[in-house]
């Protein structure tokens, strides 16, 4: 195999990453299709195992971050050709303050 061909073939390997393709593939998932994908699942449950046999509090915090992130942006993020308006921004800011809220509370105010 020669540079050319190398190149060519790494060049449609990393096509789907690109940030058109990332950004259209984010608005057009649902979160059935984000939990029904088994890697994801296993990733989740690995992290949450792992989390609580070791009691680690950060781990299952940061969890629960990315698990609420992903929602609050799937429900705050308009579909393609809407502007951002202050109704739409409403679930982000509700969302973002809940998820804070747990985390400064857990880390913060609630010690062992």
Do not use: C, W
Not at 23 to 29: A, K, P, S, Y
Not at 67 to 85: K, N
């Amino acid at each position: 195999m020669d540079k050319q061909q190398l190149v060519e073939k790494t060049t449609e390997t990393l096509r789907p990453f690109e940030t058109a393709n990332v950004i259209n593939t984010m608005q057009t998932l649902t979160i059935e299709k984000v939990f029904s994908h088994p890697a994801v699942l296993f990733f989740i449950l690995a992290v949450f195992f792992f989390g609580v046999i070791k009691r680690s509090k950060p781990v299952l915090l940061t969890l629960f971050m990315l698990i609420g992130l992903i929602v609050i942006l799937r429900y705050a993020m308009p579909t393609p050709g809407d502007d951002i308006s202050m109704k739409s921004m409403l679930p982000f800011i509700g969302g973002g303050l809940v998820v804070g809220g747990v985390i400064i509370y857990f880390s913060l105010i609630k010690s062992d």
